[in-house]
Every structure is written in C-alpha cells, then in structure tokens.
Nanobody, 123 residues
Framework: QVQLVESGGGLVQAGGSLRLSCAAS????????MGWFRQAQGKEREFVAT???????YYGDSVEGRFTISRDNAKNTMYLQMNSLKPEDTAVYYC?????????????????WGQGTQVTVSS
C-alpha cells in the first residue's frame, strides 16, 4: 500500500521558518515527479512547488524566492523548506506524487496524496 506521510507542520510567527517532510512508503518515487500543495480554510487547493526526478523545480508565484523544494531519493523523502513565512501561508500542506516525470502544477495530475499537515503563521 502506497503511503505519503507529511510531518513538520506547526505554529510559527511571521518571518519564521519551517521545514516539512514527506516520507513515501509502499513504492519508490525516484523516477516520479513529486509536489506540494496547500489548502487554506474556505479556499481551493493551491499549487506550491514541484520537483522532478532530476531535481528540476518549479514554484507557485506566491512562494517563489521564499520556499525551497528538495528530495532525497535514497530516503524516498521530499522536503519543503519554508522561510520568511507570512500569515497568508497558513494552510494545510499536502505532499503528492505523480506517475509521470514532468513538472506538474495541477492537482489532478498527481495520483498519490498524503493526509496533510497544518501550518499556522501568526502575525
């Protein structure tokens, strides 16, 4: 059974940092694109960042320059380093894995999803 498990969420003050992790089990995703999405209360799910098998990355406009996505294929784990956090970054953050290896910014293109981790940024 494939599982993606996020960790590292929490409460942080504006301007602070958090590092999210996404550990995959049940299969390896070393050749697959993985990504992060977020969903704030009452809003639609929003693309955050994606990384392909070769380490090429692509970011949403709202996080470009502040967030960094990375992966450790040996550990079957993906990360999201979030710096200069803002209250508007408050959301549940989801990791996802796709079957393909292009850079995808649309949620339907991802086949596997984690349960989400809450990030709350206080002002």
């Amino acid at each position: 059974q494939v599982q993606l498990v996020e960790s590292g969420g929490g409460l942080v003050q504006a301007g602070g940092s958090l590092r999210l992790s996404c550990a995959a089990s049940g299969r390896t995703f070393t050749s697959n694109t993985m990504g992060w999405f977020r969903q704030a209360q009452g809003k639609e799910r929003e693309f955050v960042a994606t990384i392909n098998w070769n380490g090429i990355t692509y970011y949403g406009d709202s996080v470009e320059g502040r967030f960094t996505i990375s992966r450790d294929n040996a550990k079957n784990t993906m990360y999201l380093q979030m710096n200069s956090l803002k209250p508007e970054d408050t959301a549940v953050y989801y990791c996802a894995a796709a079957e393909g290896n292009s850079l995808y910014n649309q949620a339907p293109l991802y086949s596997y999803w984690g349960q989400g981790t809450q990030v709350t940024v206080s002002s």
